[in-house]
């Protein structure tokens, strides 16, 4: 017999958009009229889809719809999708931390979420005295917590200021104690969202080891949610692909991904200047991009061995003199093989307010080998993240070339090649 701790039946969650509230009085009455004659809701017959790359012909959207699976205990399950499949609303009504339109959601224990920063924290409040306001909103007793704080403490590396508010704290301090007192007060059910993100490498070593822990030994059920395909391919035994706000495949793990990447192999990347999910101040954001052959040639694909350029189009918001540019490239499950950033070379650049400059990097005898690369961009300005895309600036196929010069194309299947320089020592 299989032990469901978590059932999710027919979820949907419906948006009216530009609208606070159920929008206008008529529909209110409208709703109600419905509602005495014992008929539905006469406006869940209408609405879009949850296609954010399309204008739509309704004021209501579904942001999720028919969604239904089961989570057996000590299960963990990743959730993973392209920006806007509505990942983040399924876990907030999985959370309750808003309610469905339709369906319903059963639950087999107690329930801790991550959804962001120091969910749940009072930022007056210091780090030891928000440990015990979080256990006891878990529903922990006192003694509980109390045997339990040092190893939180620990886990989360901010001994030194535990006792300061948490106000003070940055955002990796923050989702450092956040996740310590979510994983160490027990809960059945552990919810985990993209917040990991925000600490550094160790930390995110750390936490995803916590949650393999969590779920082997102490039976506990994780759903984590994450862009980083890496963390989600090592970590959890079951996927669920959301597109669209539909559950479009449920199985394993390795199965999902392959799904989730047959998507990306048809992904249509947004304009970078009409990109939303982005981070930083904005003095200098990213307008657009695109690879330049050594000709000055636009180019869509890449030989291995060719020389390159990356061009990066750059607004500038607020006259900046110390611009510093940086580009992450990724394989398919989000590994990071490579970055780089201008400061890396001592290199800085300086733009006018509300012009628009072009940036070049060249790359000489491009070393990676064949498949696809996924590159990130990211931008700061005097030391402060000036602009992050959440999203990638583009999908590179990179194809075998003839990277050693010898006039044959190498057949190694490494992810990149290296040169050595070959001689007989004296």
Same mark, same amino acid.
């Given at each position: 017999?299989?032990?469901?701790?978590?059932?999710?039946?027919?979820?949907?969650?419906?948006?009216?958009?530009?609208?606070?509230?159920?929008?206008?009085?008529?529909?209110?009455?409208?709703?109600?009229?419905?509602?005495?004659?014992?008929?539905?809701?006469?406006?869940?017959?209408?609405?879009?889809?949850?296609?954010?790359?399309?204008?739509?012909?309704?004021?209501?959207?579904?942001?999720?719809?028919?969604?239904?699976?089961?989570?057996?205990?000590?299960?963990?399950?990743?959730?993973?999708?392209?920006?806007?499949?509505?990942?983040?609303?399924?876990?907030?009504?999985?959370?309750?931390?808003?309610?469905?339109?339709?369906?319903?959601?059963?639950?087999?224990?107690?329930?801790?979420?991550?959804?962001?920063?120091?969910?749940?924290?009072?930022?007056?409040?210091?780090?030891?005295?928000?440990?015990?306001?979080?256990?006891?909103?878990?529903?922990?007793?006192?003694?509980?917590?109390?045997?339990?704080?040092?190893?939180?403490?620990?886990?989360?590396?901010?001994?030194?200021?535990?006792?300061?508010?948490?106000?003070?704290?940055?955002?990796?301090?923050?989702?450092?104690?956040?996740?310590?007192?979510?994983?160490?007060?027990?809960?059945?059910?552990?919810?985990?969202?993209?917040?990991?993100?925000?600490?550094?490498?160790?930390?995110?070593?750390?936490?995803?080891?916590?949650?393999?822990?969590?779920?082997?030994?102490?039976?506990?059920?994780?759903?984590?949610?994450?862009?980083?395909?890496?963390?989600?391919?090592?970590?959890?035994? #079951? *996927?669920?692909?959301?597109?669209? $706000?539909?559950?479009?495949?449920?199985? &394993?793990?390795?199965? /999902? @991904?392959?799904?989730?990447?047959?998507?990306?192999?048809?992904?249509?990347?947004?304009?970078?200047?009409?990109?939303?999910?982005?981070?930083?101040?904005?003095?200098?954001?990213?307008?657009?991009?695109?690879?330049?052959?050594?000709?000055?040639?636009?180019?869509?694909?890449?030989?291995?061995?060719?020389?390159?350029?990356?061009?990066?189009?750059?607004?500038?918001?607020?006259?900046?003199?110390?611009?510093?540019?940086?580009?992450?490239?990724?394989?398919?499950?989000?590994?990071?093989?490579?970055?780089?950033?201008?400061?890396?070379?001592?290199?800085?650049?300086?733009?006018?307010?509300?012009?628009?400059?072009?940036?070049?990097?060249?790359?000489?005898?491009?070393?990676?080998?064949?498949?696809?690369?996924?590159? #990130? *961009?990211?931008?700061?300005?005097? $030391?402060?993240?000036?602009?992050?895309? &959440?999203?990638?600036? /583009? @999908?590179?196929?990179?194809?075998?070339?003839?990277?050693?010069?010898?006039?044959?194309?190498?057949?190694?299947?490494?992810?990149?090649?290296?040169?050595?320089?070959?001689?007989?020592?004296?």
């Amino acid at each position: 017999m299989k032990d469901i701790i978590l059932k999710a039946e027919n979820i949907s969650k419906q948006y009216r958009l530009g609208q606070v509230g159920t929008g206008t009085m008529a529909h209110d009455l409208n709703r109600w009229w419905h509602q005495v004659r014992g008929k539905e809701n006469p406006y869940l017959k209408i609405g879009d889809t949850n296609d954010r790359s399309t204008k739509g012909t309704s004021d209501y959207v579904w942001a999720l719809q028919d969604i239904n699976f089961e989570v057996e205990r000590g299960e963990i399950l990743g959730i993973i999708g392209k920006n806007g499949a509505g990942k983040s609303t399924l876990l907030k009504i999985l959370s309750r931390v808003t309610a469905p339109t339709t369906g319903s959601i059963k639950f087999g224990g107690r329930m801790a979420s991550l959804l962001e920063v120091g969910t749940g924290f009072n930022g007056e409040m210091t780090g030891r005295e928000n440990i015990y306001l979080n256990g006891a909103i878990l529903g922990m007793t006192k003694k509980e917590i109390k045997s339990k704080i040092d190893e939180i403490i620990d886990f989360s590396g901010c001994e030194r200021y535990i006792d300061t508010p948490v106000k003070r704290y940055s955002s990796g301090m923050y989702v450092r104690l956040a996740f310590a007192v979510a994983a160490f007060l027990e809960p059945e059910i552990l919810i985990v969202d993209e917040v990991l993100a925000v600490g550094d490498a160790e930390f995110q070593k750390k936490a995803i080891g916590k949650m393999q822990d969590i779920s082997r030994t102490g039976g506990r059920t994780v759903l984590f949610v994450s862009h980083n395909m890496a963390a989600v391919r090592s970590l959890c035994t #079951r *996927g669920i692909v959301l597109e669209k $706000g539909k559950v479009v495949y449920d199985g &394993k793990i390795g199965d /999902a @991904l392959n799904t989730y990447l047959t998507d990306f192999d048809n992904y249509n990347p947004t304009k970078l200047f009409e990109i939303k999910d982005r981070s930083g101040n904005g003095k200098v954001v990213f307008h657009d991009f695109y690879v330049e052959n050594q000709y000055g040639k636009r180019i869509d694909k890449i030989l291995t061995g060719d020389s390159i350029n990356f061009v990066f189009a750059l607004k500038i918001n607020k006259k900046s003199k110390k611009i510093n540019l940086g580009f992450s490239l990724h394989n398919q499950y989000e590994d990071v093989l490579s970055y780089l950033y201008s400061d890396f070379q001592d290199v800085f650049f300086t733009g006018e307010e509300q012009e628009l400059i072009e940036v070049s990097c060249a790359i000489n005898e491009f070393p990676l080998n064949n498949g696809k690369i996924i590159i #990130r *961009g990211r931008i700061e300005v005097d $030391g402060i993240e000036s602009d992050w895309l &959440k999203e990638p600036m /583009a @999908l590179i196929d990179i194809e075998k070339g003839d990277f050693y010069g010898t006039g044959r194309i190498s057949e190694i299947n490494t992810p990149f090649l290296i040169k050595g320089t070959w001689e007989l020592k004296d």
